[in-house]
C-alpha cells in the first residue's frame, strides 16, 4: 500500500497532458474520502511537482490502527517495513501544496484521531494545513453537513487552483 499507486497516477497525467494541450498540469487537485482521503494526502506528499491541492474527508492516517488493511499488509508486528512505508504521518515534512482536512468527530468508521494525528504530524513539521471539524458528524455526511462539505471542497478548489 502507497508504493505505486501515486507514482502510477502522476505518471498517467503527464502522458495524458502531453496528448492534450488543453490539461494545464499547473493547477492539479485531488480529493478523497476514507482510503482515498488517505491517498490525497499521499499524492501532495509523493508527488508535489503534480498534485498542488488537496481535499482529505475522514482520512486514513494511522495505519495499524485502522481495522481494515490488515487484509494487505499482514500484522503490523510481522510486517513492520511495509506498514511504515505505508505511513503518510513520517512524510508530512513533504507537503507543498494546499492540504484541507475534513473530519467528522462522531465518526467510527475512521476515528477523528486518524486527522488529529496528521495535524500533529504536520505541525511537528512545520507545514500549514487547513481544518474543517463536523461535530458529531458520522464517516457518511447527509442534509446540511454534507452541502457544507461539498461547498468547502468547491470554494477551496477555486480559491487555490485558478488561473
Do not use: C
Not at 505511513?87 to 484541507?100: D, F
Amino acid at each position: 500500500i502507497g508504493r505505486t499507486e501515486i507514482p502510477d497516477h502522476a505518471a498517467t497525467l503527464k502522458q495524458l497532458a502531453g496528448r492534450r494541450p488543453s490539461m494545464d498540469l499547473s493547477r492539479v487537485g485531488v480529493v478523497g474520502f476514507s482510503y482515498g482521503g488517505y491517498f490525497a494526502i499521499r499524492a501532495l506528499l509523493l508527488a508535489p511537482d503534480v498534485y498542488h491541492v488537496g481535499v482529505a474527508y475522514s482520512p486514513i492516517t494511522d495505519m495499524p490502527e485502522h481495522w481494515g488493511l490488515q487484509v494487505f499488509l499482514g500484522p503490523p508486528q510481522s510486517n513492520r517495513e511495509a506498514w511504515e512505508y505505508a505511513s503518510n504521518l513520517r512524510l508530512a515534512g513533504n507537503l507543498k501544496g494546499e492540504l484541507l482536512l475534513v473530519h467528522g468527530t462522531g465518526d467510527d468508521i475512521v476515528p477523528f484521531s486518524h486527522t488529529m494525528k496528521m495535524v500533529e504530524a504536520l505541525i511537528r513539521a512545520d507545514k500549514p494545513y487547513d481544518l474543517i471539524v463536523l461535530p458529531e458528524q458520522g464517516f457518511v455526511l447527509s442534509g446540511t453537513s454534507e452541502r457544507y462539505w461539498q461547498d468547502s471542497v468547491r470554494r477551496y478548489f477555486q480559491e487555490h487552483l485558478k488561473p
